[in-house]
Every structure is written in structure tokens, then in C-alpha cells.
């Protein structure tokens, strides 16, 4: 049985992971409308991703006989002057989010709840992951931005991503 605190804590962490697939899902809108298909589908991918993530935590805790509680997702910006303040903003909430994966390790470790440690260290290595390839974009924007032809080639850089869930969709 999960502890009643960390149970508490990851129905938040899932609110969390499901309002960052709407963040980015609002960013994939927005440069879908733009003209850069390419931008849109990367952020689609990773709206994606974040959904996966929630449902790691939805599994964990039915898994143990918690109880899952849905909370409510704001409603995330919906416009961005350009895609370098776009991944900026996905940047600075990656971190947040990364913070908040180390806080729910600081709580599970108080609480002695040592059966989501690997649930936890899965999060751990994913942050480390999320910030790098968020970051590796925003560097990538940042060198193009006063190039309409450079922005192009990134943007179809970009939408050669796809992840499991989408190519099982394809199938
Ligand atoms: Fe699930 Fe991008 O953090």
C-alpha cells in the first residue's frame, strides 16, 4: 500500500505532467497556424511524452492500491512572440518541473516509501533528458533567429521527431 502523503504528492506531480502536455500542445498550436510544421509536430511529440509521463505515476499508484485523484489543469498561455520565447518558457518549466521530481525523492526518502525509488530515479535521468533536448532547440532557435532561411531548416530538423506512442498510432 502506498503511503498517504506520497500518494497525495504524485496526484499532483500527475496534474502537473498533464498541464505540460497542454502547455506544450498550446505552443504546437500556435506555430502549426504559423507556418512552421515542423516546430509544431516536435512540441506534438512531446505533449505527448508528458502524457506518458502522468500515466507513469496514474500506473504507480493503482499499482499499490492507492487512490488516484485528478485535479484540475489550468489553461496554459496561448501565444508566444517567436519560437525561441516558446522554448524558453518550455525550458524555465522543465526546471520547475525538475525541481519538483527532486522534492517528490526528498518526500518518498522522509516518508520511507522506498517502493518508487525506481519510479523516482526514472524521473530523475528524464529531467536530465528533458532539459538537455529543450535547451538543444532553444540553442538552435537562438543561432537562426535573424535568418528566415535558417529558421526553415531547423523547423524541418524538427519534425523528424516522432516517439513510440505516434508510431504506434500510425501502424
Ligand atoms: Fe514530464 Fe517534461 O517533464
Redesign the pocket.
Known sequence: MINEKVNKAFNEQIQK?MY?AYLYLSMATQFYADGLEGISQWLRS?AL??LT?AMKFFDHITERDGRVELEAIEKPPSEWDSPVSAFKDALK??EY?TGEINNLVDLTEKEKDYASKTLLQWFVD??VE?EGSVSKVLQELEMVKESPHGLLMVDKELGGRTIAAEQEEEE
Open positions: 505532467e505540460s512531446q511524452e508528458e509521463h518549466h522543465e518541473i528524464e529531467q528533458e
